[in-house]
């Protein structure tokens, strides 16, 4: 695949970004990505390894490695180096429902499984994704599929998600009737809200949403399912219900003084913000400021690094993040070889705009925060955080982060940000519906299956697995969506 030298050839190139202390003055993606001619030869990279890594999806090492879609990385790269992007199209859209939300936002399973890492730098299959849908948008072979057939069946999918749209969409195409029910004010769940518009322009969505629409997708919002509706009534009038609520439980802080005022968790920081950006562009107000304020974003990850990039937009007088666990090391660990995903540092968009404004890096490791220090207003002010340390359970044999006396320290944080990840599904949904729950508060479901312990409901993405990745999600939404039609069917061609 690709060009048998061009791994060779050619050395990786990226897109262009804008630099750090200009992009901060905007909400706009900021990738000024390579021109078709000049991403043909990032195609061409792609060599012919025999073992192609890079789509197998495998778990090794406890992670993935390699895409979960099982998305054809060689053959649609080697379309891209030939120029041949309709084709490139067609191929990736037979594993892949919306490769314009993964191009931006995904973290590259498929490049970290890449042959070439083992001596050079991966193929940016990535961007060529990026290449491949928007000269496909460009070009008008993004058309609605609208199935010629009615079944007659209907199904109604909670939540609007990655996984609720790739559910439903792929139970659309087969002729099923799909209603999407989705609490908020406009559809996307976590595309819409979880993610900041500098890596995901909500134009995107909004683009999909109306071709899904096109294509007989019915979308109902401000609709709280298990409040709004009932449970009962969902079940009495479709054939078939998927739950796609997501892991939308965010973990807790509890210390002292976490009553202050001005402690948010991210989600809800993040929210506020895009939702006053497409209300008012932020005129509103109508959204939790940073400006002048000692920021403490409290955890790691995407989330943790969105907050950053966010509080910086909005003017924040320093931004400090607290990670928990150490240092992840610079390059792999022999104890973690390639093709397994790269436990390394990862210095991400938000990091590298705090060095440019405050010069230092946001992050301070073996960290977390043992109380709150309030004003005479009950706001916060101070944060009091101490050092960890791993340590070995006695009774349990497992290795914990504990406190290291002595360690103590008060920083300034008039703003804090709780980003220390999701513990799964809303407990109001689960018991309107019945479903059964695990010990993490996932729905259950039999192992590689995805009807609940009810008969007739689904479930798929983050309230299915946990808190994950976009990519994962809409695996999750196109196999409950196969299931589900076998359901309905006796079989399934999806």
């Given at each position: 695949m690709g060009k048998p030298t061009g791994f060779l050839e050619y050395n990786r190139e990226n897109a262009r970004m804008e630099e750090p202390k200009e992009r901060i003055k905007h909400f706009r993606e900021f990738k000024k990505y390579l021109s078709r001619e000049e991403q043909q030869k990032q195609g061409a990279r792609c060599m012919e390894c025999g073992i192609p890594f890079c789509q197998s999806g495998a778990i090794l090492g406890g992670m993935a490695s390699g895409c979960p879609l099982h998305n054809m990385v060689p053959e649609t790269n080697d379309l891209v180096y030939t120029g041949n992007w309709e084709q490139a199209y067609l191929r990736l859209s037979k594993t892949h429902s919306f490769p314009e939300f993964t191009s931006r936002v995904c973290p590259a399973l498929c490049e970290a499984a890449c042959t070439c890492n083992l001596?050079?730098?991966?193929?940016?299959?990535?961007?060529?994704?990026?290449?491949?849908?928007?000269?496909?948008?460009?070009?008008?072979?993004?058309?609605?599929?609208?199935?010629?057939?009615?079944?007659?069946?209907?199904v109604a999918v909670i939540g609007s998600g990655p996984s609720g749209l790739a559910a439903a969409q792929q139970l659309n195409r087969r002729g099923h009737q799909v209603t999407v029910f989705e609490r908020n004010d406009r559809i996307g769940g976590l595309l819409r809200y979880g993610i900041p518009n500098m890596k995901l322009d909500k134009s995107v969505i909004d683009r999909r949403v109306r071709l899904m629409e096109e294509?007989?997708?019915?979308?109902?919002?401000?609709?709280?399912?298990?409040?709004?509706?009932?449970?009962?009534?969902l079940q009495k009038e479709y054939d078939r219900?998927?739950?796609?609520?997501?892991?939308?439980?965010?973990?807790?802080?509890?210390?002292?003084?976490?009553?202050?005022?001005?402690?948010?968790?991210?989600?809800?920081?993040?929210?506020?913000?895009?939702?006053?950006?497409?209300?008012?562009?932020?005129r509103d107000n109508k959204f939790i400021s940073a400006k002048g304020k000692h920021v403490l974003v409290i955890g790691g990850g995407d989330t943790g690094n969105d907050c950053v990039g966010t509080a910086i937009r909005l003017g924040a007088k320093s931004v400090t993040q607290l990670e928990m666990m150490p240092k992840a090391p610079d390059t792999r660990a022999d104890s973690n070889p390639w093709p397994q995903w790269p436990r390394v540092c990862k210095t991400d968009y938000g990091q590298q705009e705090a060095i440019a404004v405050f010069g230092h890096d946001p992050?301070?490791?073996?960290?977390?925060?043992?109380?709150?220090?309030?004003?005479?207003?009950?706001?916060?002010?101070?944060?009091?955080?101490?050092?960890?340390?791993?340590?070995?359970?006695?009774?349990?044999?497992?290795?914990?982060?504990?406190?290291?006396?002595?360690?103590?320290?008060?920083?300034?944080a008039q703003l804090v940000l709780i980003a220390a990840g999701f513990l799964g599904s809303q407990k109001y949904v689960t018991e309107a519906f019945r479903v059964s729950v695990n010990e993490r508060s996932n729905v259950a479901t039999k192992p590689g299956e995805y009807e609940t312990s009810i008969p007739g409901i689904f479930t798929a993405g983050d309230m299915h697995r946990g808190q994950s990745l976009v990519v994962w999600a809409i695996r999750e939404g196109r196999k409950a969506a196969e299931a589900v039609d076998a359901s309905l069917m006796g079989y399934s061609n999806l």
């Open positions: 001596n050079g730098e991966p193929v940016g299959t990535k961007e060529n994704e990026h290449a491949i849908i928007e000269t496909a948008y460009e070009m008008g072979w993004v058309k609605p599929q609208i199935p010629k057939v009615r079944t007659g069946k209907k294509e007989g997708v019915v979308f109902k919002t401000g609709v709280d399912a298990g409040k709004d509706i009932k449970a009962s009534e219900v998927v739950l796609c609520c997501g892991a939308s439980n965010p973990r807790d802080i509890k210390v002292p003084g976490r009553e202050a005022g001005n402690i948010y968790f991210a989600v809800d920081f993040l929210t506020s913000v895009t939702k006053s950006l497409l209300d008012s562009d932020l992050r301070i490791y073996q960290t977390t925060v043992t109380e709150f220090l309030k004003d005479e207003k009950g706001d916060v002010q101070k944060a009091v955080t101490v050092k960890l340390e791993s340590k070995r359970d006695e009774k349990t044999g497992r290795m914990n982060m504990v406190p290291v006396k002595g360690t103590e320290e008060v920083i300034e």
